[in-house]
């Protein structure tokens, strides 16, 4: 069985947690003996089977859209020969579908997140956010096969596209390289960073996107014990505005305090492992987030994790045993904002003191998500369930 794997991002051009999940699945189904073509965007890769595919020159300054539709037919007709394509992201769908069309082969698409659920993509994508809608909703709805990555996700799925067949939609949770991401002490490195490992710390690691719930973090420091350190290891920004307002959060912030460190550049793996590893607890504050991968490598780092209680992250996130969800109740417009921002910054706040004040019980915490990282979302396993699918659509 030859399965082709589409994707924009493939190390090392990785800023999200779908690259993340990509890298590792292939390398787990590689692992196997299986064989696997992998089809990405941006400049040549040294990995074997592995294609990389640069937008055409004619459309270099078009729409980011229309540029990523440019990509997806090169790939799709070199997809010719495989048994399976398999997309990953609206980026990549349209590759997927074509390939399916054109080759006659299934098509099995992992959704990652959902345009009708990101609107704010609007300010990054102008009139091409309409076109990413557009393809994402036609490779979904003729898919051989959806993979949600958590029941949230799930029930997110069948809720903005209720012509798809249930039956069609399954759940494969995200994993965790549980080899690479491991608790690692290393007090000389983290202060090069401006990082002072003898403050009690909240650790932050995600894109500047709306998504992520970061001005609302911002705010919800200030109502921390001054001796509270908070690490924002932030970058990759969806747009100009949304970077100037969390330049302006944090600027306010260090103002008020001291131990606002922000780390802009991409940290390696080891790197950031030990930034996490010094925390004394993690947290996600996003208004969507699917499963959210950076919660299992801060988990298998053996750090308490404080997540929104949103998307797939309770079901990552056990109340009271490897951290602690803050409730929300969000608008119904797609955005996810909270219905009442200021109770969401407060709850987050009180949950916040309350896990990073007990220094004895977040570190238990931290050892239980460990546990269940490795009980849980092993990619051995994630693999082995992807395989089945593939067999499946072949019978």
Known sequence: MRVDVISREYPPEVYGGAGVHVAELVRALRHDSMDVRVRCFGAPRNEADTHAYLVPGALSSANPALATLGVDLAIADDVDGADIVHSHTWYANAAGQLAQMLHGIPHVVTAHSLEPLRPWKAEQLGGGYRISSWIEREAFETADAVIAVSDGMRRDILRCYPQLDEQKVGVIHNGIDLEGWQRTIDHEFVRTLGIDPDRPTIVFVGRITRQKGLPYLLEAVRALPKDVQLVLCAGAPDTPEILREVQSGVAALQAERTGVVWIERMLSQRELAAVLSHATTFVCP?????????????????????????????????????????????????????????????????????????????????????ARAEEHFAWGAIAERTRALYASLLV
């Open 286 to 370: 996003s208004v969507y987030e699917p499963l959210g991968i950076v919660n299992l490598e801060a988990m298998a780092c053996g750090v308490a994790v404080v997540g929104t209680a949103t998307g797939g992250i309770p079901e990552v996130v056990a109340d009271g045993e490897t951290g602690r969800l803050v409730p929300i109740e969000q608008v119904q417009d797609g955005t996810g904002i909270p219905v009442d921002p200021a109770k969401f910054v407060a709850d987050l706040a009180a949950i916040l003191a309350e896990v990073v004040s007990d220094p004895e019980r977040a570190a238990a915490m931290g050892r239980a998500g460990r």
